[in-house]
């Protein structure tokens, strides 16, 4: 008979990184992850102390995926790679944007994450105060995308289906603009999707336009 392997945080984190992975986060609770572990909930609280500390945890724990901004790279290419990394542990977990956004996140693979980001983008010449600004700019511009990428309700042929089936209603008169546009999707000469790398090539250029001549403050 093979023994059960014991218990521990990393353990008690990652099953709950699964559960959330497969039945959301709304069905995680201690009692669900005790279940699913072979143990008692309360066995949990020697690793977590409650339901947000196992949040935290597991936030911090999917954050620890995400690429650290490389102090080797141009903060540029740095961005770059972390927002790329960023955006596709986001997608592999659909509950962890919004989890993220919604929580103060202190764990060491967050403070980490953190530093690292700050010190690229002060290392490229930002002043605190734009570092900050820069770096809070591109989560939003992140964050965003992929929740849109997440709840956009209809696949790429779908979409061009509904714009076909929606064209009729239009006033080409009074619309020109969306109707051309619709029409465009519809037959397929467009496919209406967002382009990450356009946007962020966007974001990053504005950054890069701002004026940075004092790093001391």
């Known amino acids: 008979m093979s023994r059960r392997a014991p218990l521990t945080r990393e353990r008690v984190l990652r099953k709950a990184v699964a559960l959330a ?3 959301g986060l709304g069905a995680l ?30 936030v911090d724990l999917m954050v620890g995926e995400i690429g650290v901004p490389d102090p080797k790279l141009p903060w540029r290419a740095a961005m770059e790679a972390r927002c790329r990394s960023a955006r596709e542990v986001l997608l592999a977990h659909r509950w962890l944007a919004v989890l993220l956004m919604s929580r103060v996140n202190v764990g060491p693979n967050m403070l980490r994450y953190i530093d690292a980001t700050i010190g690229a983008l002060r290392g490229g010449g930002f002043s605190i105060a734009m570092a900050d600004q820069a770096w809070g700019i591109l989560d939003s511009y992140v964050y965003g995308f992929v929740l849109q990428e997440l709840d956009f309700p209809l696949d790429q042929d779908e979409y061009a289906d509904t714009a076909a089936a929606y064209l009729p209603s239009l006033d080409a008169e009074a619309l020109p603009h969306l109707t051309e546009m619709t029409r465009a999707v519809a037959e397929r000469r467009h ?17 890069e336009g701002l004026e940075r001549p004092d790093r001391s403050r």
């Open 21 to 23: 992975d497969v039945e």
């Open 29 to 58: 609770s201690m009692r669900r992850l005790g279940s699913a572990l072979g143990v008692k909930a309360m066995s949990l609280y020697n690793h977590v102390a409650n339901k947000d500390a196992l949040l935290d945890g597991i």
């Open 191 to 207: 496919d209406g999707g967002r382009d990450f790398e356009l946007g962020l090539r966007l974001v990053l250029d504005g950054l």
